[in-house]
């Protein structure tokens, strides 16, 4: 059998039925009522069947329900950018779901830190992104890769950050490799890095456990952006930095020996300083600056050496010119001493054309010679 109550406050005058009753009505359940006073009546239809019943019952579960689910909604929303204690129930694929107690929350891959493993009934810290309301039970978003996990386990362990003294600034986070905490006191007398590191650096140690050893720098925040650009770029020693405002560029100094140091495994340590302090920082080391302004100094009036070459390459075509029409010159010269010489040698071919006439007037001489010689003989016959 199934007996329905109501609880109605006991007033003066009545405007709601439904859940006020006279104190005159309340003297009937007892004696002692007062006015203010809850009363407990019943309220139970007299026709009140079978399917009726069923039907509230199950009316009452669902309202049972959704003031459960009010209630965490409640709780765990007022958890929001906070840390909450679990323990890992069951794989689901790659998520892994956390027991909360009352309720579940889903950790996806894309918020799980890269080398972190975690076996079934683990506890496990988690950080309370958002809660939404939905149709069921309320949907939490949780993460162990968000920048204010650091911030909130720094805010548990430091007593400095938790009543304000120390204040952090900014946090750049690359989630189980390395983190960058910008830090500042408000009070003087009060060292922030050396608040948070804590005795033989007992505090920073605890923090870097929770998240299975990645590696946390402290950086002292300054106003000076030189300054903190400087800091940010810790654990590297920087020599000189130089601001762009316009573009927003930090050109940064470092000795040699510290230009890795500095830039980080894979770019590690600059990103995460650029990320920390809002600038985009350009770092080289001393011999780079030093060949950088060489070259600046070589190349500083690069169009006059350029008509220089010109002209010197117009003086040498002329040169080339010239040689050539030397060249021209003493070819002609020699063709002219060719036909010198062949002029000496058609003389000398006339000269052996002479050889045979003088040849011809020697023999007829020599015969004249005979004939005058047969004379005489004639006569002597």
Known sequence: EIRVYALKTIVEEIIDSAEEMSLEQAKRFGPDFEIGDMVEVEVTPKKF?????????????????EAERGLIFDEFSNREEDIVNG???RFDRKNIVIDLGRVEAVLPPSEQTPGEKYNIHDRIKI????????????????????PGLVKRLLE??????ADGTVEIKTIARE????????IFSRNENVDPVGACVGQRGGRIRAIVDELRGEMIDVIKWSSIDEEYIASSLSPAKVLQVDLDEESKVARVVVPDFQLSLAIGKEGQNARLAAKLTGWKIDIKSESQLRDHIESQLFNMNPDDEYEETDMTEDSDVT?????EQEYDMTEDSDVTDEAEAK???????????????SEQETDITEESDVIDEAEPEQEID
């Open 156 to 161: 548990l362990e430091v007593p400095e950050i």
């Open 319 to 323: 040169d080339e010119t010239e040689s």
């Open 127 to 146: 950080y309370v992104i958002n809660v939404k309301k939905t149709n069921k039970s309320p949907q939490i978003y949780v993460s162990r890769t968000h």
């Open 343 to 357: 002029q000496e040698y058609d003389t000398e071919d006339s000269d052996a054309t002479n050889e045979p006439e």
């Open 87 to 89: 323990v890992v129930s």
């Open 49 to 65: 069947g079978r399917i009726a019943a069923q039907t509230a019952k199950q009316v009452v579960m669902q309202r049972i329900r």
């Open 175 to 182: 989630a189980g490799s390395r983190t960058k905490i910008a």
